[in-house]
């Protein structure tokens, strides 16, 4: 029977009387640990900070903004040609099942005032479908109602940090700002919601009726005209299959024959985050698996320690065998040193990683999010590395002939 406890406390005892030795053996799982420990929370950070997009945006979204126009041969960038139509999202949910929420949207950036204060931020035009869209909602006051929108009014609801700009600590619910010298009433504020994944303040904006953002502040050529049309389908199966639908329905309502390209474009965005997070994966496991190599050198560092202690302790297994020790306790006293030295370096490898990530996450603009199963897999590989390459050695010193041991010098 063999007496693991005993095998422990040699092998720590040997480990304990060439520490230095030991330091620098372990140096390689330390850093092969700590760096797949940092490397799988800075991919994991990037995932969830597309997660978090994605929330933020709303989803199962799409987005039709309007075509490309052509001058003199020259082509302009896609929402150059005014095409599309606060008619085209009405029609798109009333024909196509698939899709839950159409909200119309006209954007601009303007000076916004209030007393002395100003501030420049995103105007928004739209209605109350954009806040279902996006489930966001008030922190106090009111949406738009049906008047508001029917009269192009000018109300307006803010952000917070626009409320913070403008108004401090004041209430802003009732006061008066101007928006290009044009009166508005605050009758309501937002959440907070923080910053996208892609860093933008989704605070600093203000929203107000898509009537009044055409009517009276973008300075509107066509009627019922919108920048864009931002769409929600009822799941995210849908927005892949309600897109040639869409195509063929606005298609028709604005009379293109079958020579003519679109003039509009559709954008799946739930596609575009599910790529992006596809991605992130991809880059997650090769950063893991780069930095997983160090561990390989570090049990490639261990094997040759322990051949080279092999050598140095010949006398040592001699006598052991001489007094009785078998082949199995030899092995496992030199696989148990291989292990020891193996989860000491993943446990302070362990400790350096969680600081790494720390360290990222301050002084970077990466973040870096630990789960514990980053912890518990490079320990474990860790143990498995050192049983792995300990092996060798443990089975040579098993096989060595006691006489010949004994004689070694």
């Not at 480990?15 to 092969?32: H, Q, V």
């Not at 420049?120 to 909602?137: A, E, L, P, V, Y």
Request: hydrophobic content about 45%.
């Amino acid at each position: 029977m063999i007496d693991l406890k005993t095998i422990f406390s040699i092998a720590v005892r040997a480990i304990k009387a060439n520490k230095m030795r030991s330091i620098l053996t372990s140096l390689g799982i330390i850093i092969g640990v700590a760096a797949v420990i940092v490397m799988l929370a800075i991919g994991n950070g990037a995932q969830i900070s597309i997660q978090n997009e994605m929330k933020s945006m709303g989803s199962n979204l799409m987005i039709i903004r309007s075509g490309v126009a052509t001058s003199s041969g020259a082509r302009g960038g896609h929402g150059s040609q005014p095409t599309m139509k606060k008619s085209d999202g009405d029609a798109i949910q009333e024909k196509i099942p698939s899709i839950r929420l159409v909200a119309p949207v006209l954007e601009e950036t303007a000076q916004i005032v209030y007393g002395n204060a100003n501030w420049s931020t995103g105007i928004t035009g739209t209605d109350n479908r954009m806040f279902d869209i996006k489930d966001w909602d008030l922190a106090y006051g009111r949406r738009f109602n049906e008047a508001d929108v029917k009269n192009a009014g000018k109300v307006a609801i803010l952000g917070q940090t626009v409320v913070f700009e403008l108004f401090g600590d004041v209430d802003p619910l009732g006061k008066t700002i101007r928006i290009k010298g044009i009166p508005f009433q605050v009758i309501g504020v937002l959440a907070k919601r923080g910053e996208s994944g892609m860093g933008q303040d989704q605070d600093d904006s203000v929203y107000i009726p898509i009537t009044t953002a055409q009517k009276k502040v973008m300075g509107i050529s066509f009627p019922d005209q919108v920048k864009m049309i931002m769409l929600q389908a009822v799941d995210a199966d849908s927005t892949y299959t309600s897109q040639e639908e869409i195509t063929q329905l606005l298609r028709q309502r604005h009379n293109l024959g079958a020579n003519k390209e679109d003039d509009f474009v559709i954008r799946n965005l739930t596609q575009m985050m599910e790529m992006m997070e596809s991605s992130t994966k991809v880059m997650t496991i090769l950063l893991g698996s780069i930095a997983g190599i160090s561990l390989l050198v570090g049990g490639i560092g261990i094997m040759n320690i322990m051949l080279v202690s092999v050598t140095e302790r010949t006398r040592e297994i001699g006598i052991r065998m001489a007094i009785g020790a078998k082949s199995w306790d030899i092995r496992w006293q030199f696989l148990m040193e291989a292990l020891v030295l193996s989860l000491i370096g993943g446990l302070v490898g362990i400790v350096c990683g969680l600081v790494g990530v720390q360290l990222v996450s301050i002084f970077s603009s990466l973040k870096a999010v630990v789960s514990p199963i980053y912890i518990v897999i490079p320990f474990t590989f860790a143990g498995l590395v050192g049983l792995f390459f300990g092996f060798y050695p443990a089975y040579k010193a098993s096989l060595l002939n006691p006489i010949n041991a004994l004689r070694y010098e």
